[in-house]
């Protein structure tokens, strides 16, 4: 796992749970690294599930839950470190379908040995979309929450049903999109 | 005493600082091998522009709009530009004939199958080519141009006309040397029968006065006075006077004209098989000879020739190539003057003179036919180049000419304007390795 995703997670926890916890989270959790994490580094996947782990026993969050809201959290980030991507894209519809062909071609250029997840897509219809998620680390909560948080930034209502999962069997998890354009700003 | 807030802010200070640490480090590291993968990159980009430069083969990438966006040596060369900067942005469609590039660069086309390809370089010069087109596409997949890779293959289609040429002299030539072989010998006894004839003649003739003398004789004397009087008559009615000096003549006639048939015989396989096809010394002057006497039906009817052959030394070459050039340059000189005639009765010459210059034979033959435009010149010597009427010439006389004298023997062919019109074409042959040939 890319150290970025360390430094997000960092962040995210210290802006809504401040710099203590995150602090005692680290003194609680044993990680194989040793030394700080730093964006361009790469480090075990395990150290992550690690620090998610324990925060998650100490807020008394679900995994799921946490993960979701550290999505939202993270594709606000990312969008920001990386806004030509989101610029560059009609609508949120189109943006999905350049996160395997374009973005994530990118994030190897720029990241030599980064595993990034596998996407394909269905098109059944120009406002729906299937996205299939196959990856070893199974993080289908944390896509969620950065589709919700990709509809958030293009303002747009997306429907989303995570159809089979990776977690109950499935081969992949099946996330069913259905796009509701954008969202009217109350006068 | 520190408090706990304190403590936590100094173990983030403190991991701040390691984290510049690692960030330090990796900058460090991702700056070497920046540096490492940028010096790869500039020597491969230095290896591979060597290669693209020295390859024989011409490089022509094209864009989407059929422009020229880059060129190699070999490319400027086959399409005429001195440098690239002068033919970036030129369509490569004016560089080939019409229908071309929809034919074999368009991706409906034949993108990808080798073709034959004429392309017409800057000036209007031709050149035949081998030529295999490629699809450039960009990291995405999306095309983005075309590659097209040409070699030259000028040379080799030229030595396919050479080689069906020689061919064809060859097959000429053999049936030229089967005829002349098969006239020899009835031209040998109808020779010698005449040689007969003349000497039987001579001998009929002293018989003949005898006769005359006994005839006057018997006369004189009064005896076989009817007999006489039947052989002045019949005599009268032969018109034997006009005989007797009628027919010497005629076999004299017959035995010059037996002897010029004789003549051209033996020019004919003098000139099918003018000996082997190494360089030897040769006498250029008889190469003329005998290459005048095979052509002279192609100019006897319009044009007088002159001949003007000065002494010269023997030159290294191969005399069935000479005997080609000259044939080449009596025959045009002939078909110029039949040309001019048609609007210009003045009676036409053709004039082949050799003269030693310096370290050089010179070899002219000069007419007074229609003479050659200014503007046509440089062109003369091109292959396919004709002015004549369909089916008169093929435009490889000249070139082959031009070939012959100039890549194969070292010398030089010129076409040059005599002020009185027409044409003179100067051929200058090197004497100077005749000399080592016999010094050897």
């Known amino acids: ?187 | 005493m520190t408090t706990k807030r304190e403590a936590v802010l100094e173990r983030r200070l403190e991991r701040a600082k390691k984290e510049v640490n690692a960030l330090e480090s990796i900058i460090e590291d991702r700056s070497r091998s920046l540096f490492m993968a940028e010096t790869e990159l500039r020597d491969t980009i230095d290896f591979l522009s060597q290669v693209l430069e020295n390859l024989e083969t011409a490089v022509v990438v094209v864009g989407l709009k059929g422009e020229i966006a880059r060129v190699n040596r070999a490319g400027l060369e086959l399409l005429g530009y001195g440098a690239p900067v002068e033919a970036v942005g030129k369509p490569i469609a004016s560089h080939l004939l019409p229908g071309q590039e929809e034919k074999y660069f368009s991706m409906d086309g034949g993108v990808g199958e080798q073709n034959e390809v004429t392309f017409v370089a800057l000036g209007g010069a031709r050149h035949q080519t081998l030529c295999r087109s490629a699809v450039l596409e960009d990291d995405r997949g999306v095309t983005v141009g075309y590659v097209l890779l040409a070699s030259n293959i000028d040379e080799k289609k030229q030595m396919e006309i050479d080689l069906r040429h020689a061919q064809k002299l060859e097959s000429v030539g053999q049936l030229a040397a089967g005829v002349a072989h098969e006239i020899n010998t009835p031209i040998q006894f109808v020779g010698d029968s005449l040689v007969f004839l003349n000497e039987a003649l001579e001998d009929y003739q002293e018989l003949q006065s005898a006769y005359q003398k006994v005839i006057k004789v018997a006369a004189m004397e009064g005896v076989a006075a009817e007999e006489i009087q039947l052989i002045k008559t019949v005599a009268e009615d032969i018109d034997l006077k006009f005989l007797l000096e009628e027919v010497p003549l005629a076999l004299r006639r017959a035995h010059e004209g037996i002897a010029r048939v004789a003549t051209i015989v033996r020019a004919m396989k003098e000139f099918a098989h003018p000996g082997t096809t190494e360089r030897a010394p040769v006498d250029l002057n008889r190469v003329i000879e005998t290459t005048l006497t095979v052509a002279n039906s192609e100019f006897k009817y319009v044009a007088e020739l002159e001949k003007d052959l000065g002494e010269l030394p023997e030159v290294m070459c191969i005399a069935g190539d000479l005997n080609q050039v000259i044939l080449n340059l009596v025959v045009n000189a002939a078909h110029a003057v039949e040309e001019r005639m048609k609007s210009d009765p003045a009676p036409g010459i053709i004039r082949v003179a050799t003269r030693v210059d310096g370290d050089h034979v010179v070899i002219e033959v000069q007419d007074n036919g229609t003479g050659v435009p200014e503007e046509l010149k440089k062109k003369v010597f091109d292959p396919f180049f004709t002015t004549k009427e369909v089916g008169k010439g093929t435009g490889q006389g000249l070139a082959l000419a031009h070939r012959i004298v100039v890549e194969r023997h070292g010398g030089e062919l010129r076409l040059l304007t005599p002020e009185g019109g027409g044409t003179t074409f100067v051929i200058r042959l090197p004497i100077a390795e005749v000399q080592a040939h016999d010094a050897a």
Do not use: W
């Open chain 1, 1 to 187: 796992m890319k150290g970025i995703i360390f430094k997000h997670f960092e962040s995210f926890v210290v802006e809504n749970f401040g710099d203590e916890v995150f602090e005692d989270i680290l003194d609680s959790t044993e990680v194989v690294t040793d030394g700080p994490f730093v964006g361009p580094g790469t480090y075990p996947d395990e150290d992550l599930f690690a620090l998610v782990g324990t925060a998650i026993g100490m807020l008394n969050i679900s995994l799921a839950d946490a993960l979701y809201a550290f999505g939202v959290y993270l594709f606000d980030k990312l969008a920001a470190a990386a806004p030509i991507f989101i610029e560059s894209s009609k609508d949120l519809r189109s943006f999905l379908l350049t996160i395997h062909s374009v973005i994530h071609v990118e994030v190897r250029k720029l990241f030599p040995g980064a595993e990034t997840p596998n996407f394909s897509y269905e098109e059944p219809a120009d406002d729906q979309l299937v996205m299939h998620y196959t990856s070893n680390r199974k993080l289908c909560p944390l896509v969620r929450g950065l589709l919700d948080g990709a509809a958030k930034s293009f303002n747009e209502k997306l429907v989303c049903k995570e159809s089979a999962c990776m977690h109950e069997g499935a081969d992949f998890c099946t996330f069913e999109l259905t796009f509701h354009g954008v969202i009217e700003q109350a006068a």
